[in-house]
């Protein structure tokens, strides 16, 4: 079955730098469009940015510039790079694959908190 799991999140200072990691399991990763969403507590679910199987990239205009989403085939992985991070920021990061309906990693936190 689809598996996700997600790392890298941790504790940053504003201003600060995280590169998430998620490595996919279970279906042709090369396949299918890949992304990552985010949720802050108390707010939905949001999109953050996708990438395709051509590996072109699209980003949420609150993140486009500072934060950069990449995928390496050969290690069924995709990654985002978060910089110049802002406590607006502060969320749950979740991996995503288009594979089927949709499936989502456990998450990782990001806090970002002077």
């Known amino acids: 079955q689809v598996q996700l799991v997600e790392s890298g999140g941790g504790l940053v200072q504003p201003g600060g730098s995280l590169k998430l990691s998620c490595v996919a399991s279970?279906?042709?990763?090369?396949?299918?469009?890949m992304g990552w969403y985010r949720q802050a507590p108390g707010k939905e679910r949001e999109l953050v940015a996708l990438?395709?199987?051509?590996?072109?990239?699209n980003s949420k205009d609150t993140v486009m510039g500072r934060f950069t989403i990449s995928r390496d085939n050969a290690k069924n992985s995709v990654y985002l790079q978060m910089n110049s991070l802002k406590p607006e920021d502060t969320a749950v990061y979740f991996c995503?694959?288009?594979?089927?309906?949709?499936?989502w990693g456990q998450g990782t936190q990001v806090t970002v908190s002077s």
């Open positions: 990438i395709g199987v051509d590996g072109k990239p």
């Open positions: 279970g279906f042709t990763f090369s396949s299918y469009a």
């Open positions: 995503y694959t288009s594979r089927g309906r949709g499936s």
